[in-house]
């Protein structure tokens, strides 16, 4: 519901700046509009905000995941095995198809930081006019709704935790990977016990051995 709360918001802005249609590149982007988030961004993913419906472009590695998670009207998936290759494999061809041949002076939202400039030219070449959205879809995410400060403090206290689990772990002797894995333990296991279908993603840059170099 919520997806939808905000897709119906960002319309409005984009006829107020007169905008035919928006492409969002930014992972971050996309989940916040559609609740989507890749297992992992090996390849391209293309979503389209239309006046009347929405629109997914993933890779056939993704199709599973997206028909379950996605918030969307329309999924398009390019695959790269050859069985399936009569079904597309490029992702910018599926997204020029959709897109279509636009009206002149149609205004095309993108995200200047985000779309690379071979994709933004062919969008030109084919009579779009590009509108940086960056800030715009920013500024939205900034604003926080319930569900999202729950999970927020959440994620703040598994972090806290795994904080603690680690400097336990600090003796003489001991490895700062040996340090960095006690607390990594611990975050994974608690997260699993309270949100066992969550989706935990968890960075760390450990260097190894007895002494930092």
Do not use: C
Request: without cysteine; hydrophobic residues 45%.
């Amino acid at each position: 519901m919520k997806n939808q709360i905000r897709v119906a918001s960002i319309r409005e802005w984009m006829d107020e700046k007169g905008m035919a249609a928006m492409l969002l590149a930014s992972p971050n982007n996309q989940f916040y509009v559609s609740n989507y988030k890749a297992i992992i961004y090996s390849r391209p993913l293309f979503y389209v905000l239309g006046k009347s419906e929405t629109a997914f472009i993933v890779p056939g590695l993704e199709e599973k995941h997206a028909r379950s998670l996605a918030s969307v009207d329309q999924l398009f998936v390019y695959y790269e095995h050859p069985e399936m290759a009569h079904k597309g494999t490029e992702p910018v061809d599926l997204l020029m198809s959709y897109l279509g041949k636009p009206e002149a002076g149609a205004k095309l939202g993108i995200e200047f930081n985000t779309i690379p400039i071979k994709l933004a030219k062919a969008l030109e070449a084919a009579g779009w006019e590009l509108v940086d959205v960056a800030s715009e879809m920013l500024q939205r995410r900034t604003i926080k709704d319930e569900t999202e400060l729950h999970w927020m403090r959440y994620a703040g206290k598994l972090v806290s935790n795994a904080v603690r689990a680690s400097l336990s772990a600090v003796q003489p002797g001991v490895s700062e990977l040996e340090v960095d894995d006690r607390g990594r333990k611990a975050l994974l296991l608690e997260a699993a016990e309270q949100y066992p279908k969550a989706n935990v993603f968890l960075n760390a840059i450990t260097p190894s051995g007895l002494e930092r170099s």
